[in-house]
C-alpha cells in the first residue's frame, strides 16, 4: 500500500491522464469483441492474443526500419485475414453451439497462439520505438508520451470509421441485421456465413490496429494477451451490447481505475486487481439482476 | 452385474496398493495420475453433473497447496522466515513434526477451501452461463496474481515445502505420497459415487438441464450449488495440498494457481472422458495423462501447441467424450430402454 498519491496531488492528474488514454485504447479492443459477441454470440478468449499477434506486426515493421506508426494500417490488413483463416478453421465449428463449448474452443487457441508467438517471436518483452518524443505539461510535472496521444487519436479514427461503415456500407446494414436475428436475415438472402466471417475478420483487424498501438506505446509479450481479453470483456459487460458510448466512457473509467490501482497498490498487483474487479462488477450485476427478477416475482 | 461390478473394484483397488511395488519407477506419474483423477471427479460434479462449467476450481486447488504448506511449516517454524531464506536449509522438520503438519495441513486444506466455496458461492453461483465460466476463471487468475505479490508465502520467487524426512530407504518418499494420494482418490471416488445415488445427483441434473423450472417445483438451488461446490472444493483443496508436497515448490502462478494447466486440464479431462457420468473424469484423466506424459517428454517444447491444438479438437468433435460416445453406441449398457422398432426406423431413415 502506497499512498504516495495522496501526497502529491500532481499524480493524479498523470494517473487520471495516462488512464483515459490507455482506456481509449482499451474501448478499440472492446468494441471489436461487442461487435462479435453481438452478432455470433461467441466470447473469444483468443481476443488478447490477436491483438499481441498486431503488436508483432508493428514491432517486426519496426525492426526492419519502418516506421512502426504505419503498423496500424499493415497489421490490420494481416489480421483480417487471420480472422478470417481461423473462422473458417475452427469459430465456424462453434457458432451454434453451446456458449461454453466457444469459450473453451478460443481457450484452446488462445494457448495456441501463445505458444506460437512464443516459439516464433521469443520470450522477451519488446517495444516498437517510434521515437514521438514526450510533451510535458503543468511546468514539467505530468510527462505525456507523444505516442499515448496518437495511440488514442488513432483509436478514435478507427472506431468512428467503423461506426460509419456499419451504419452506411452494404456489409455493415448485413452484420446489423444478422446481429438483430440470424433467421430472418438468411431468409432475405443474407448470406450469414460470410457475415460471421466478416464480422469475425473485422474484429481481428481492430486487434491488430490496437496490438500496434499496444506495442507502440506500452510493450508486447507472447503471454500478455489475456489481461486484454478480460479487460475487454469487462468493459463490454458494464457498458451493455451494442452501447457504443457506454463502451468508450466505460473503457476510459477502466483505464484510470487501472492507473489508480498500479499507484496505490503497487505494480505487482494491477493485473490481479483487474480480475478482482471483474469478479467483483459480475457479482454487482447478478446482485442487481436478482432484484430485478424480485419485483417481477 | 452387481457381481462383475465388485471385481472390477477390487481388481482397481488391488492393483492401487500393488502398483508402486509393481512399478517402482513410476511412482510420482501414479501419484500425480491420482490427483488428476481427483480434480477431474471434483470438476465434474458441478461442470457436469450441475451444468455449471467453472474454469476456477483452480482456486480451491491453490489455496489448498498454499493452506497446506504453510501450516506444516507455520506448526514449527517462523514463516516469514522460512519463505525468505529458502528456510529448508535452516529449518529441519523432524519425521515426527512432518507427518504431524502433514496431517493438520491437509485437514485445513480440506476445510479452508470448502469455507471459501461457502462464503463465495451465494455471490458467484448466482451468475449464469458464460458470465460464471468467465467470473471464475477471473477468481482464478486474480488469485495467482494477488498470491504472487503476497510476501509471507514467497511472493514471486516461491515457496519451498518443507522437504521429506531423512528415513534411510530411498523409495519412501515416492511411496508415501502415492498412498496418500490414492487414499484421496479412493476418498473421492467412493464419495461421489455414493453422493451420485441419491436424490441429491437428480436436483444437480434438474439444475443443468433447466434451472428455473426447478426452482418452480420448489427446489432451494442455491442451496444445492452451493453444496455442490463445496464438495468440488473439499476434495481439490486435499489433492492441491498434496500436489505441493510431492512437487515441493510452489509458484503462485506456475504450480498452484496454474490455470493454463491444472485449471484446464481439469475441465479438459472431464469433458475427454464424458462430462456427467461417474467413470468419465476416470478414464479421462487416465488417457490424458498417458497423452499427455507421452508429448510433455517426446516434444518437449511444443506440448502447449498440441495442447491448444487439442483443446480445439476435443471440444470440436468430441464435446460428449468417450462416455457419450459409448452412450450412444451401446445404450443398452446404460440402462437406457432401447425401441428396437425406433432404432431401426432411424437407421433407415440415415
Not at chain 1, 438483430?180 to 460471421?196: C, F, P, S, W
Not at chain 2, 522460512?82 to 495441513?105: C, I, N, R, Y
Request: glycine share 12%; net charge neutral; charged share 15%.
Amino acid at each position: 500500500m502506497d499512498l504516495l498519491i495522496f501526497q502529491v496531488p500532481i499524480l493524479m492528474v498523470q494517473a487520471s491522464l495516462d488512464g483515459i488514454l490507455l482506456g481509449i485504447l482499451f474501448a478499440l479492443i472492446a468494441y471489436g469483441m461487442a461487435l462479435q459477441w453481438g452478432v455470433m454470440n461467441i466470447i473469444n478468449i483468443a481476443q488478447g492474443d490477436l491483438v499481441i499477434l498486431g503488436g508483432y506486426i508493428a514491432y517486426f515493421m519496426y525492426l526492419s526500419g519502418i516506421h512502426p506508426a504505419l503498423g496500424v494500417i499493415v497489421a490490420p490488413v494481416i489480421m483480417y485475414f487471420v480472422g478470417v483463416g481461423l473462422y473458417k478453421l475452427v469459430i465456424n465449428k462453434v457458432v451454434d453451439r453451446d456458449l461454453f463449448i466457444s469459450i473453451l474452443a478460443t481457450f484452446g487457441i488462445s494457448i495456441l497462439f501463445m505458444q506460437l508467438m512464443n516459439f516464433a517471436f521469443g520470450a522477451d518483452v519488446v517495444l516498437a520505438n517510434s521515437e514521438f518524443g514526450t510533451t510535458m505539461l503543468f511546468n514539467n510535472s505530468v510527462t505525456l508520451p507523444n505516442s499515448k496521444l496518437f495511440s488514442a487519436i488513432i483509436s478514435i479514427i478507427f472506431a468512428i470509421g467503423l461506426v460509419v461503415y456499419m451504419k452506411k456500407s452494404k456489409l455493415g446494414r448485413a452484420i446489423r441485421a444478422t446481429a438483430q436475428n440470424a433467421r430472418a436475415a438468411k431468409i432475405l438472402g443474407v448470406d450469414t456465413e460470410k457475415v460471421y466471417a466478416a464480422t469475425f475478420g473485422i474484429n481481428a483487424a481492430l486487434c491488430g490496429v490496437a496490438g500496434a498501438l499496444v506495442a507502440i506505446t506500452f510493450t508486447i509479450h507472447p503471454y500478455m494477451g489475456l489481461p486484454y481479453t478480460i479487460r475487454s470483456f469487462m468493459i463490454v459487460i458494464i457498458a451493455g451490447l451494442g452501447n457504443l458510448p457506454g463502451v468508450a466512457v466505460s473503457g476510459m473509467g477502466l483505464g484510470v481505475f487501472e492507473e489508480f490501482a498500479d499507484y496505490i497498490l503497487g505494480t505487482e498487483f494491477r493485473i490481479g486487481s483487474v480480475f478482482l474487479l471483474l469478479v467483483l462488477i459480475l457479482v454487482y450485476r447478478r446482485f442487481k439482476l436478482s432484484k430485478k427478477r424480485e419485483y417481477l416475482k | 452385474m452387481k457381481n462383475n461390478n465388485i471385481i472390477l473394484y477390487a481388481a482397481i483397488l488391488i492393483f492401487g496398493v500393488l502398483a508402486p511395488f509393481m512399478l517402482p519407477a513410476f511412482k510420482v506419474q501414479l501419484s500425480i495420475l491420482c490427483i488428476l483423477i481427483v480434480l477431474a471427479l471434483t470438476w465434474n460434479i458441478q461442470g457436469g453433473e450441475m451444468g455449471y462449467n467453472s474454469f476456477g476450481n483452480i482456486l480451491f486447488y491453490g489455496l489448498g497447496m498454499y493452506i497446506c504448506a504453510s501450516v506444516q511449516v507455520g506448526m514449527f517454524f517462523p514463516l516469514s522466515e522460512w519463505t525468505e531464506s529458502g528456510g529448508e536449509k535452516t529449518f529441519v522438520h523432524s519425521p515426527t513434526q512432518f507427518f504431524q503438519g502433514m496431517a493438520f495441513g491437509l485437514l485445513a486444506a480440506a476445510i479452508i477451501p470448502t469455507m471459501v466455496a461457502g462464503l463465495i458461492g451465494y455471490a458467484i453461483l448466482g451468475l449464469r452461463g458464460h458470465y460464471f465460466a468467465i467470473c471464475t476463471f477471473g477468481l482464478g487468475v486474480a488469485a495467482g496474481e494477488i498470491s504472487g505479490g503476497i510476501e509471507i508465502i514467497g511472493a514471486g520467487q516461491g515457496f519451498t515445502t518443507p522437504p521429506f524426512p531423512e528415513t534411510g530407504n530411498l523409495e519412501s518418499r515416492g511411496q508415501f505420497f502415492y498412498f496418500l494420494s490414492f487414499l484421496v482418490l479412493v476418498l473421492t471416488f467412493v464419495a461421489v459415487k455414493s453422493v451420485y445415488s441419491t436424490r441429491f445427483k437428480l436436483v444437480l441434473n434438474a439444475i443443468r438441464d433447466n434451472e428455473d423450472k426447478a426452482e418452480a417445483m420448489g427446489i432451494q438451488t442455491m442451496k444445492y450449488k452451493i453444496i455442490g461446490w463445496m464438495i468440488s472444493a473439499f476434495f481439490c483443496g486435499l489433492a492441491g495440498g498434496i500436489m505441493g508436497g510431492l512437487v515441493g515448490y510452489i509458484d503462485s502462478t506456475d504450480v498452484a494457481f496454474d490455470g493454463r494447466e491444472m485449471g484446464v486440464f481439469m475441465v479438459l479431462m472431464a469433458i475427454l472422458g464424458g462430462k456427467g457420468t461417474l467413470w468419465g473424469p476416470v478414464i479421462g484423466a487416465t488417457l490424458f495423462h498417458l497423452f499427455k506424459e507421452g508429448f510433455w517428454t517426446y516434444f518437449l517444447g511444443w506440448q502447449y501447441v498440441a495442447l491448444g491444438v487439442l483443446i480445439v479438437v476435443i471440444v470440436i468433435y468430441f464435446p460428449e467424450g468417450l462416455m457419450g460416445w459409448l452412450r450412444e453406441k451401446y445404450p443398452e449398457r446404460f440402462g437406457e430402454v432401447v425401441d428396437e422398432a425406433d432404432r431401426k426406423a432411424q437407421v433407415e431413415l440415415k
